[in-house]
Structure formats: C-alpha cells, structure tokens
C-alpha cells in the first residue's frame, strides 16, 4: 500500500481505516460503539474535522468539546494516550512520513486541549491591579488607549 500525503482522498482513506481500528479497540471499542450511532454520518464528520485542521478546507462545523465533555463519565484522560497510540500506528502505517508526523503533532495538540477543558478546568483568577506591570513602553501605552 503506497504512503500517502496529506489530501482529501488521504484524508478519508486515514479516518476510515483509524475509526476501523477503533471501534474493534478493546479500550476505546466499547466508548465509541456505545456513544456513534450512526457510523457512515460520524465518519463523515470526522472527515469533515481532519480536512478543515490539516488543508484548512473549512468542510467542519462541529463543536469538539461539548460532543467530548458529554462523555466525560467513560473517558479517562489515560484513554486519550490509547486514543494516541493507535493514531500513530495507523498514520505511520498509511501516511508519507511528514504527513504522519504532522498528523501526529496536531492530534496530540488536539488531544490536550480536550484533556485540558474536559478534565482540568481553571477557575479564573483576577489579577490585582497593582500587579500588573507592562512590560514595555509600547505595552503601557496600548494598556490605556
């Protein structure tokens, strides 16, 4: 199987073929096959995802992080390393090599932002005004226009 750039086609053939792999996971299987109950518009969706991240196409209008956090009961952050790992594998496996690395890096950005809002919220803290220091003269003045 010839190694593949980061294309449309690519892109469809790498879902699929990843989504494959997951739903047969004996980890994240049982997570997805309960919560996708309609596999042909999920991968569609996720189609849809990879190509707006990776060739910037626009195709996904979803929201990530609610369609996660509603989950939260059955995904443990652990989970997202498997989630990770099986990525890797199926990009290394499919991809050109930079196209996979890139896939890799972007997914493991992915998956710590939806660690981070779904696992480790941080309440805002104000900060004292007195604490605030521009840190140029260029900053003091934005800070007061």
Request: charged share 25%; proline share 8%; hydrophobic share 45%.
């Given at each position: 199987?010839?190694?593949?750039?980061i294309t449309e086609p690519?892109?469809?053939?790498?879902?699929d073929a990843f989504y494959?792999?997951?739903?047969?996971?004996?980890?994240?299987?049982?997570?997805?096959?309960?919560?996708?109950?309609?596999?042909?518009?999920?991968?569609?969706?996720?189609?849809?995802?990879?190509?707006?991240?990776?060739?910037?196409?626009?195709?996904?209008?979803?929201?990530?992080?609610p369609a996660h956090v509603?989950?939260?009961?059955?995904?443990?952050?652990?989970?997202?390393?498997?989630?990770?790992?099986?990525?890797?594998?199926?990009?290394?496996?499919?991809?050109?090599?930079?196209?996979?690395?890139?896939?890799?890096?972007?997914?493991?950005?992915?998956?710590?932002?939806?660690?981070?809002?779904?696992?480790?919220?941080?309440?805002?803290?104000?900060?004292?005004?007195?604490?605030?220091?521009?840190?140029?003269?260029?900053?003091?003045?934005?800070?007061?226009?």
């Open positions: 199987m010839p190694a593949l750039d690519g892109l469809t053939r790498l879902v494959a792999r997951v739903r047969c996971d004996e980890e994240l299987g049982p997570i997805f096959n309960d919560a996708i109950h309609d596999w042909p518009e999920h991968l569609e969706k996720l189609r849809a995802f990879w190509s707006s991240v990776m060739l910037t196409s626009g195709r996904y209008k979803g929201q990530p992080v509603k989950h939260r009961d059955r995904i443990t952050p652990a989970l997202f390393e498997r989630w990770l790992a099986l990525w890797a594998e199926t990009t290394d496996e499919l991809m050109a090599p930079e196209a996979a690395a890139a896939l890799q890096a972007k997914a493991a950005r992915i998956a710590e932002s939806l660690k981070l809002a779904m696992f480790f919220r941080l309440e805002a803290q104000p900060v004292p005004a007195s604490s605030h220091r521009p840190s140029s003269p260029t900053a003091a003045a934005t800070d007061h226009a």
